[in-house]
């Protein structure tokens, strides 16, 4: 950071969460070139792999910037500011498909562990699911799918013991005791598709639990080969990661 953008971040307090550099016109997290990078590169939804899965925005640098800093800075709202700036928000593909998998979809947010939620006070990816029922017209379902045992963190393991990890991990209430018609789909929500593994323990537990046509909407597609390199630039950057 320069002179000129220290000044402005003492008098403004304004620094763009995406390329950190000062700015008056913050919108409310990215300067006017970060905006319109996430916008080009929200505008079309990226199919992750064997599932009825999407995910509304690639993993790069302006997007990681944005998902740490809803993570771990505290910075909630950034799950709205991502909704709406994606196909989602901004009546596109990613909203055709996610209409077109059903209407008044349950949103069901892949659950934190209890710790967790504590020492953060809330669950990313259940306000990325809410956000998404208010531009879907669906209803966040967040007491649905649980947590059953404490599990290192995701990003410090490989794909393979990733799918160990989070094998059985979560259980979900039964669906003919919540008044669902659990037929119709529902959609599983979290915040960083990395392998799928989490989004596929879900859908056991889910189907397990009596329901059917599940689908997998993430704010974040990671391709799995860089979550690797991806940690270690977090520890260099000094974002705290799960792990820790
Ligand atoms: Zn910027």
């Known amino acids: 950071m320069n002179?000129?953008?220290?000044?402005?971040?003492?008098?403004?307090?304004n620094v763009c969460v995406g390329c950190g550099h000062g700015s008056q016109k913050l919108d409310p997290w990215l300067c006017p070139n970060c905006k319109e990078e996430l916008i080009v590169c929200g505008e079309h939804p990226i199919w992750p792999g064997k599932e009825d899965a999407i995910c509304l925005f690639p993993m790069n640098s302006l997007t990681r910037n944005l998902i740490l800093a809803m993570k771990y800075k505290g910075?909630?709202?950034?799950?709205?500011?991502?909704?709406?700036?994606?196909?989602v928000g901004r009546?596109?593909?990613?909203?055709?498909?996610?209409?077109?998998?059903?209407?008044?979809?349950?949103?069901?947010?892949?659950?934190v562990h209890n710790a967790r939620m504590r020492e953060r006070g809330y669950n990313q990816s259940e306000l990325a699911a809410f956000e998404l029922s208010l531009h879907c017209g669906g209803k966040l379902?967040?007491?649905?799918?649980?947590?059953?045992i404490y599990k290192p963190s995701q990003t410090s393991l490989g794909s393979g013991a990733r799918s160990l990890n989070v094998a059985g991990a979560f259980e979900a209430k039964n669906a003919k005791s919540l008044n669902l018609a659990p037929k119709n789909g529902v959609v599983v929500?979290?915040?960083v598709y990395t392998t799928g593994a989490t989004t596929?323990?879900?859908?056991?537990?889910?189907?397990?639990?009596?329901?059917e046509n599940i689908k997998v909407c993430a704010l974040l597609y990671e391709f799995p080969a860089s979550?690797?390199?991806?940690?270690?630039?977090?520890?260099?950057m000094g974002w705290?990661?799960?792990?820790?």
């Open 227 to 236: 979550a690797v390199a991806d940690l270690a630039a977090d520890k260099k």
């Open 189 to 191: 929500v979290d915040d």
């Open 75 to 87: 910075m909630q709202k950034i799950a709205s500011y991502l909704v709406a700036h994606s196909s």
């Open 141 to 148: 379902q967040k007491n649905i799918l649980k947590r059953r």
């Open 91 to 111: 009546k596109g593909e990613a909203l055709q498909i996610l209409e077109g998998w059903g209407k008044n979809m349950p949103f069901i947010p892949v659950p």
């Open 3 to 13: 002179l000129r953008e220290s000044l402005s971040f003492f008098f403004f307090g």
């Open 200 to 211: 596929s323990s879900c859908a056991r537990a889910l189907k397990r639990a009596g329901f």
């Open 240 to 244: 705290k990661t799960e792990s820790n």
